[in-house]
Structures are given as C-alpha cells and as structure tokens.
C-alpha cells in the first residue's frame, strides 16, 4: 500500500502509516498539475489546504482512501469523490483549541494593537502609548458567526476568559442546542453583527457563504467594531473591508485564512495596516498538528484494512461500498 502526502504532516502521523505497512510520500509539489502526475500508483492521499481536484483523483486508480488533514474541505471535489465511491476521512476535534486560541489572539492583537506597538518600540517611538487608543475585550459583545466546534469553542473561551456577551448566528445549528449553552441566538446574520464590538467567522465556504460580508453589512456594524476571520477568505469582500477600515469605521481585522493561498503580492490586504494577517497558522501548533496527523494517518489505516473509519465526511460513500 502507498500513500501520497501532498503537504508536509506531522511525523507522528507518517509513523503510524508505515507502522502499519503503508508505504509514504511526499508530493514534490501541492499543485494539482504535480499531484495528478504523482498520484497514479496510490492508495491513499493526504491533503490539507491544498486540496484535490477531480483530475487528480481521476489519475489515480488505485485510490481507496482520500483523507482531510483538518476540518475545511472546500477544496476538494466532493462530487467526484462521490462519483468514483472515494471514502473521505477528516479530522472535526483535533485542531478546535488551537483556532480557537488563534481566533481570540486575533482579537487581543487588534483591541491591544500589539503589532503597532511592537513596530512602535523597534522605531524608537515610545511614546505611541499615548497616541493611540486600547481596549479591553472584558464585557464586550462578541457575535460567532458558525456555531460549530471551532465556534463554540471561541465563545466559550470569550465568555469564561474576558465575561463578554456572546450572540450566536448559525442556521446549521438547532437554536435549543445554542441556547442550552447559555449564549443568545440572533435570527439572522445582521441581527447577530449589529452593535457587536467584534464579530468572529466560522462558517464554511459554500454557494450561499461567498461574501457574506460584504459592504452592506459591513456598514452595519458597529463603528470601532473588529473583524476575526479564521474560517474561510472568501467569506469577506476583501474590497469592502479595505474600504471600510480606510474610512475608520472598524478598528481593525485579522485574517488567518485567505481566498488564494499564498497570499498574492499585489492583493489588497498586503499594503492595509489596520489588517492583522497570519499563513493559515491557527491549526499549525505543535499539539494540533500531532493530533491531526495521527487522527487522520488512523482512518487511513481503518479503510484500507476495510474497517469503518470515524469521522467520514461522505458517510453514503461507505455505506453504499460496504
């Protein structure tokens, strides 16, 4: 058996593969064009933010198993999966701390402005300490856009940590399920920003998500208001935001995540100072990346030893294949 990683894991996870007599790769290249030349011979695949198109899958025969290092899969072609009955294995809980601790760092920098300050001290310039306003996040009102474990984990953290008022928008949610945690259930996305002093992203990227934040509701938001996004790029119109923070409407934004990684040069965020960007870091911590990677390298064993894996992200595959 053989597996192709198209990026890098954690060796953790490479260990538990070829304990289990899986033979592993690396992909000279995350680009489809590359994986599809590379995939032939394989059992198995492992991607992360990169992906995996149709032709890839298509180019390999072998392909038993496609597994999902993280939880995002936009990415790869469902429907093909679907069409070639491909198992997709991912891993929902292994990395919900560390974006969620991201999620609230985020926030810390933009109400603390600690990437200003830092700049401000390496410049000689202290005295930004009196140029500048800070914030406190204790007793704020947060809205968590997508109540799912990443999101309910950053509400949690908001709550206990800083007391601050938490309001949920998430249609995928039951509201009884929202409620039973003890934070308030907004009926629609503009009811959850409005007068929020920070709103925070965790809905996946589908039709219906693209841009759901766009100039209009960006202008609902409360002025002095802060944006965290460490879902999905495509969610935020990046023109709008760049407008809205150069008028001074919101405080700032903090993007983990990005329509096109790696962020291009010429992209608009790159010359905006009031946006704090990170490489799609939030998951990248030591203990995620271990857990992931064993989680992932885990059901990668069980489907190739025709044992049920535990966590499918197209459940009728299996079922129709068994």
């Known amino acids: 058996m053989k597996c192709l990683l198209i990026q890098p894991i954690h060796a953790a996870g490479i260990d538990v593969l070829q304990q289990a007599g899986i033979e592993v790769s690396q992909a000279s290249a995350a680009d489809m064009v590359t994986v599809a030349r590379e995939i032939g011979a394989m059992d198995a695949v492992v991607t992360r933010n990169a992906g995996l198109d149709g032709t890839a899958m298509e180019a390999a025969p072998k392909l038993k198993v496609l597994g999902v290092h993280g939880t995002g899969y936009d990415r790869v072609d469902v429907a093909c999966a679907k069409r070639l009955n491909l198992p997709m294995v991912y891993t929902p809980y292994a990395n919900v701390q560390s974006v969620a601790e991201h999620a609230i760092a985020q926030m810390m920098a933009i109400s603390k402005r ?61 509201r009884a399920e929202i409620e039973a945690t003890g934070f308030s259930v907004a009926n629609s996305i503009d009811e959850a920003i409005a007068g929020a002093d920070v709103v925070s992203l965790h809905q996946r990227l589908t039709a219906e998500t693209r841009g759901v934040i766009d100039a209009k509701r960006l202008a609902a938001m409360k002025a002095g208001a802060m944006l965290v996004n460490t879902a999905r790029g495509g969610l935020v119109d ?16 903090a993007f983990d995540v990005f329509d096109q990684e790696p962020l291009p040069a010429w992209h608009p965020f790159i010359a905006c100072e009031r946006i704090v960007l990170s490489p799609h870091i939030g998951g990248a911590t030591g203990e995620a990346m271990r857990r992931t990677a064993i989680e992932v390298a885990n059901q990668i064993v069980d489907v190739l030893a025709e044992r049920k894996p535990k966590w499918l992200i197209n459940p009728d595959v299996w079922t129709a294949r068994v």
Do not use: C, N
């Open 238 to 253: 990046a023109d709008a935001l760049i407008a809205s923070l150069d008028s001074g409407h919101l405080m700032g934004a």
């Open 114 to 174: 600690i990437r200003e300050a830092d700049r401000a001290v390496r410049e000689d310039r202290f005295g930004y300490r009196y140029e500048s306003a800070f914030h406190e996040l204790a007793g704020r009102t947060l809205a968590v856009i997508g109540f799912g474990k990443i999101g309910k984990r950053v509400a949690e953290i908001a709550s206990a940590a800083f007391q601050m008022q938490v309001r949920v928008f998430s249609p995928s949610v039951p």
